[in-house]
């Protein structure tokens, strides 16, 4: 789960929901202003990245030890919604040279460092941690921060009832069960890369985003093991689309639009998201701010429209718009929350470099992508991708359906090479993430299969499900503090 940003202080009343609806209306029409006549920041690209982590006790369970973990780490980490889970963030660098390089010795050090930080508990990268059981997701593993409880109450209210993860696998597995807690959504951990573009060329880049976020998924799947069920190559998807799930069956069939949200249409404008936003998704954290936005920009100043962007941050959308200030000039994000953390830090900054260098080559197209492919079809390139990952087909104009692998080789991989160039990264760290995307296809390994794959030689030697998990992610930390990519990790013989 992203960082809301912004602290709860109280729980509010009927009243104060309704004025905080009149709040984030205003607040929408003086963003309409600004887009028409502000300067927003314009620099070369600026990219910044978060990933959540998971901390584990000697045994590689979840420890429950955040609070303890934060006070020996550095203010790069921050709390997140369960006890077990970090955030690592990373200050925001330009993409050319050797920047990438750079962002990949940070992000080592940081983990490195907090790593040995952390007394009796280590830190797994990965986007469902194997040892999780169901029967540890009650209300305690929530964070003691009084926006999850206001989130967790919020999102429980808007329900009544309890929340039902149910989740069928593609092998035939599957995960059932009732929860009285927002806690199943801890168990998502994420990366999230941001990119601050300028209002004119943001429609263009959040389209190029949501048309490439199923090939993301199905390259980066690390999460195929939820509960001690094998379901889906990236399970994170479906769990989080459930576990903030708003709506009773009544108003899913009514059509009512989910929490976490692909979308619906292409876009021509920022604005339109924004819109969306305030139009269609009533408030979950409705607290009010002393801030006269229309006051503040008549006087010339920049307003942090805390209200709008509070409402913009409880809609979980996997390309989601962000609005922000910063030294009082406003600048606008795109906050991609497709992928899953890990499994080492050079496979994440390689899924960088394949998502910067094909968005800037597709949003600078000619003719655009989204001229030719339906958003209908993005979507179902989306839930495909996260499904079955590396074996997953999909849908490319012009292509027909192919499967994912052939049609990044053969097509998208001199796109993002083509993209990264025309950031101005170095054609030697081009080269180094790139030929790992091409690794993770020709071997048709990623962080989901090694998993799968590493549980499954496991199992045959005569472990138990939950053995084998532990064994899988024991030689999984192992390979994450290597840093080699997935794709070249060893996997165990079926006989010991």
């Known amino acids: 789960m992203a960082r809301m940003g912004e602290q709860i202080s109280s729980i509010v009343t009927r009243r104060e929901r309704q004025q905080y609806r009149e709040k984030v209306q205003q607040c929408l029409d003086v963003f309409a202003r600004m887009l028409s006549s502000s300067h927003f920041e314009d620099t070369d690209p ?5 990933i959540e982590l998971n901390l584990v006790d000697r045994e590689l369970r979840p420890s429950m030890t955040n609070e303890s973990a934060l006070s020996v780490t550095t203010e790069a980490f921050q ?3 369960g006890r077990f889970n970090i955030e690592l963030n990373v200050d925001p660098r330009p993409l050319h040279g050797d920047h990438l390089r ?11 460092d907090a790593h040995a930080a952390v007394p009796d508990a280590g830190i797994v990268c990965v986007g469902i941690l194997p040892t999780l059981t169901a029967e540890a997701m009650s209300a305690e593993v929530l964070s003691p921060d009084l926006r999850y409880k206001a989130l967790n109450d919020s999102i429980l209210d808007a329900r009544g009832e309890d929340v039902l993860i149910d989740i069928q696998g593609r092998s035939g597995e ?8 927002i806690a199943p959504e801890a168990a998502c951990t994420s990366m999230q890369m941001h990119l601050l573009v300028s209002p004119t060329d943001f429609a263009s880049y959040w389209n190029a985003a949501q048309a490439i976020s199923g090939v993301q998924v199905a390259l980066g799947a690390n999460s195929p093991f939820l509960f001690g069920n094998r379901l889906w190559d990236e399970t994170r998807v479906p769990l989080f689309y459930q576990a903030t799930d708003t709506r ?10 989910p929490r976490v949200f692909f979308g619906e249409r292409w876009v021509t404008s920022v604005f339109d998201l924004f819109e969306e936003n305030v139009r269609y998704f009533p408030a979950l954290l409705p607290e009010m701010s002393e801030e006269d936005p229309v006051a503040v920009l008549d006087e010339g100043g920049v307003p942090t ?3 709008l962007r509070l409402h913009n941050g409880t809609i979980y959308r996997w390309n989601r718009p962000i609005y922000d200030n910063s030294s009082g000039m406003p600048h606008l994000r795109i906050e991609n929350r497709v992928l899953p953390a890990g499994p080492t830090i050079v496979d994440t900054v390689a899924n960088s470099a394949f998502y910067y260098g094909l968005v800037g080559a597709l949003a600078s197209d000619d003719r655009p992508l989204w001229s030719r492919l339906s958003f209908d079809a993005a979507h179902e390139n989306f839930t495909d991708g996260a499904k079955r990952g590396l074996r997953a087909r999909q849908y490319w104009p012009g292509r027909g359906e192919v499967p994912v692998d052939e049609l990044v080789l053969r097509h998208l991989l001199p796109l993002a090479h083509r993209g990264l160039e025309m950031w101005g990264v170095d054609a030697d760290l081009r080269d180094r993430y790139l030929d790992i995307i091409e690794g993770r296809c020709t071997s048709e390994t990623n962080g989901a299969t090694w998993q799968s794959d590493c549980v499954g030689a496991l199992e045959r030697r005569g472990l138990s499900r939950n053995d084998a998990l532990a064994g899988m992610l ?3 930390v192992d390979g994450m503090h290597s840093n080699e990519p997935v794709h070249t990790w060893e996997l165990p013989s079926v006989t010991s």
């Open 46 to 50: 600026m990219v910044g990245l978060e």
């Open 79 to 81: 709390s997140e919604l």
């Open 102 to 112: 750079q962002l990949e010795d940070n992000l080592r050090a940081e983990l490195d």
């Open 174 to 181: 599957r995960f059932s069960q009732y929860f009285d807690t």
């Open 248 to 257: 009773p069956p009544e108003l899913r069939n009514q059509g009512v639009r």
């Open 305 to 307: 429209l805390r209200e």
């Open 474 to 476: 024991e030689r999984y």
